[in-house]
């Protein structure tokens, strides 16, 4: 294919920051970020848009901030779904009656997929993803897209990601009113898994993790595919809740206290068991540090065990051969790598996105800037992975267009 260039777009609206970057990129030479901006969220609470006129805003805000970043306009967006209302389910799926000469085309897998799509179908609920896990042919397992092999009868074992219709809705209505249109939609723990698993982990089995502000999603990957996915309303912003209920302190204390307690000065003549708090004079309180790590603690402990306990009870716990990845802002937790490291006895990473310098270029899905450094954080595995996303979907049109157009030349 002769060399493409494209604009990509991607947003992630997260429950703490909303994240907007724009990528020139090419068949080439792959994804340079050429635009970015990150604001702090309002009008989110667990991911569910509550003040939509807020949220508008900051998402023109955003991507208003990205395109003067990148000095052009844009008007379509990748955007990242996320949330406690997605929801991940496998199903079997079957297509029998193949054309005469039982050669499996497209048209067969997309029949498959549909009917995976009718198998699941719930009421006032939107598939965003259709993962084929395994496909069976005439009963034989096979591990190959199947497209051109010959068979009587397919059968395959999907994986769905599905979203509620309403929140979908109205995610469309606020980047519609913001004044952009959407050109595709990727769930946010896919595209962290995108922008941070090698294909190595990918075909070993790994466990992603994306630990946010309001929610907390995974996803178990074996055989370059996703056999288990599932999400949480509960992140990063219940262990500040925790703290300023527990400690009786306020939200911007608490928040503080969770981001720098292990951080905060300790002088000779200081108690390094207490945290001060507040002015010195006027309104200091005295935390004992030993309460702040145990309410940290239960909370990630609660999460951790919930997570390893869902997998494990699916049965999907022997797949994981490489290990946990880590990603999202409560990875910046104090210790939260050797804490973690004990409830898994796996291998446990906590990931930063690949974001290379323009020069190594490695492949054609090299995602590479010189100057946007602060996108090098676990927090921004999602926005560089809907990067990839788009510039996957855009791909996958441009081959098809060629296919299209190849056909009327050659007919
Ligand atoms: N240094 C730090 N120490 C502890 N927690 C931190 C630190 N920095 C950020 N966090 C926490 O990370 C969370 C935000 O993570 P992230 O930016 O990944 O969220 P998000 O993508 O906006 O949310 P979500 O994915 O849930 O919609 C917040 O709870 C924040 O308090
Ligand atoms: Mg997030």
Redesign the pocket.
């Known amino acids: 294919m002769a060399r493409k260039d494209f604009i990509i777009t991607g947003l992630?609206i997260?429950?703490?920051?909303v994240r907007a970057a724009i990528a020139k990129c090419s068949t080439e030479n792959g994804i340079e970020i050429i635009g970015a901006a990150v604001k702090p969220?309002q009008g989110m609470k667990k991911?569910v848009i509550v003040n939509k006129s807020e949220v508008t805003e900051l998402v023109r805000a955003t991507v208003e901030s990205a395109e003067r970043d990148a000095g052009m306009e844009v008007d379509s967006l990748h955007v990242g779904i996320?949330g406690g209302h997605v929801n991940c389910c496998t199903t079997a799926a079957v297509v029998n009656n193949l054309d005469a000469d039982d050669t499996i085309k497209e048209k067969h897998i997309t029949n498959l997929i549909e009917n995976a799509r009718a198998n699941s179908a719930e009421r006032g609920r939107e598939a965003i993803h259709e993962i084929t896990q395994e496909y069976r042919l005439d009963g034989h397992a096979v591990e190959e897209n199947p497209v051109g092999s010959a068979a009587g009868r397919i059968e395959a074992r999907v994986h769905m990601v599905t979203a509620d219709r309403t929140i979908m809705e109205n995610h469309g209505r606020v980047i519609n009113d913001a004044g952009f249109r959407i050109a595709g939609m990727c769930w946010?723990v896919i595209a962290s898994g995108l922008s941070v698993l090698s294909d190595e982990e990918k075909k070993e089995g790994v466990l992603l993790i994306?630990i946010?502000?309001?929610?907390t999603g995974y996803a178990v990957y074996f055989n370059n595919t996703i056999y288990l996915s599932n999400v949480f309303a509960v992140?990063?912003?219940h262990i500040?809740n925790d703290l300023m209920i527990g400690l009786n302190i306020r939200a911007d204390e608490a928040?503080d206290i969770?981001?720098t307690y292990a951080k905060k000065a300790v002088t000779a003549d200081s108690n390094p068991s207490i945290i001060k708090i507040g002015m010195p004079v006027k309104n200091n309180k005295s935390l004992p540090k030993a309460d702040i790590e145990m309410i940290i603690e239960s909370r990630v402990d609660e999460l951790i065990q919930f997570i390893k306990s869902d997998v494990v009870d699916k049965g999907f716990y022997s797949l994981i051969g490489s290990g946990i990845v880590f990603v999202?802002?409560?990875t910046?937790?104090y210790h939260f790598k050797d804490k973690t490291r004990n409830y898994f006895g796996k291998p446990v990473r906590v990931a930063t996105p690949l974001l290379n310098m323009p020069d190594i270029s490695t492949s054609d899905l090299n995602i590479y800037s010189d100057r946007h450094e602060f996108l090098r954080d676990p927090?921004c595995a999602?926005i560089l992975g809907l990067l990839k996303s788009g510039y996957n979907l855009r791909l996958a049109e441009l081959k098809k267009s060629i296919g299209f157009f190849d056909k009327i030349f050659r007919h």
Do not use: M, Y
């Not at 997260?14 to 920051?17: N, Q, V």
């Not at 946010?212 to 929610?215: A, N, T, W």
């Open positions: 992630d997260g429950t703490s920051f969220s991911i996320s946010n994306d946010g502000g309001g929610s992140g990063g912003d500040t928040e969770k981001k999202g802002g409560s910046h937790l927090s999602t």
